[in-house]
């Protein structure tokens, strides 16, 4: 493909993203935690238990800011730290029940806010969105 109309579809894709993931992040409002801890708290949950080194290179931070992110967390009782089984030297923070139980609450939210966004589309457009949403996750997972 030539590389102009691939640079402006991914320019496309990049804008709708960004406004997109702007206006679902409204629904994240209800939960009551800052964009960064909920972020963090959405790692734990989905692709936990890991240490706390391991939480800051996911989400790009300073070891010193996720422990901060994770002591609030803790604090909220949405996770907790606890002993590696195969080695007693690693702490892996890992989500509470009331973690996971607010973190599905929050995908849920984004999804009907989603869906409502979705339903504003004629049947045909939903159909191409539909059938762009897996190469769309294939592209963002080929890194």
């Known amino acids: 493909m030539n590389g102009k109309p691939l640079h402006q579809t991914a ?5 709708a993203a960004i406004h997109l993931l ?4 409204r629904a ?3 939960a009551g935690l800052s964009g960064p801890r909920l972020s ?7 692709a936990g238990p890991l240490t706390l ?13 996720m422990t901060r992110l994770v002591t609030a967390l803790e ?13 007693a030297r690693l702490t892996r923070i890992v989500a509470t029940s009331r973690g996971r139980k607010l973190m599905q609450r929050g995908r849920e939210a984004r999804i009907d806010a989603l ?3 979705l339903d504003k589309l004629s049947p045909g457009e939903v ?15 080929s890194g």
Do not use: C, M, W, Y
């Open 28 to 30: 994240d409002e209800a």
């Open 53 to 65: 080194g391991e939480l800051a290179r996911a989400e790009q931070v300073r070891p010193p800011t």
């Open 11 to 15: 320019d496309q894709i990049h804008s």
């Open 75 to 87: 604090n909220a009782g949405l996770v907790e730290r606890k002993s590696d089984p195969d080695d």
């Open 127 to 141: 159909d191409i969105v539909r059938r762009a949403a897996p190469l769309l996750e294939k592209a963002a997972r």
């Open 115 to 117: 869906v409502e966004r």
């Open 40 to 46: 963090a708290l959405s790692v734990v949950v989905f």
């Open 22 to 25: 702007r206006a679902l992040r």
